[in-house]
């Protein structure tokens, strides 16, 4: 197995608006008025990068680690797509 590239590019970290189409503009009213909702984000959006950091070889970790981070990024997914879908529409 070859070292990894260490300037390697990770992929772009896709903002839950373009992750969510449907729903970016829900999504921008939960970022400003639910501090929860904020928190959250923020947290998926930094086990993201983890991840890819991991993935890219600039980071290194084990494969034990990094699957218990994706287990956490797609339960963080899962609870943003249980809150969109029960956020009013206004």
Do not use: C, K, V
Request: a negative charge.
């Amino acid at each position: 197995m070859s070292a990894p590239d260490p300037y390697a590019q990770a992929p772009a970290l896709l903002s839950l608006e373009q992750e969510f189409p449907d729903n970016a503009a829900l999504i921008t009213r939960l970022r400003h008025r639910d501090q929860s909702f904020r928190r959250l984000a923020s947290y998926y959006e930094s086990l993201h990068l983890n991840i890819q950091a991991i993935e890219t070889g600039r980071e290194e970790a084990s494969a034990a680690f990094l699957d218990m981070l994706r287990t956490q990024r797609d339960q963080a997914r899962h609870d943003i797509t249980h809150i969109l879908a029960d956020a009013p529409p206004y």
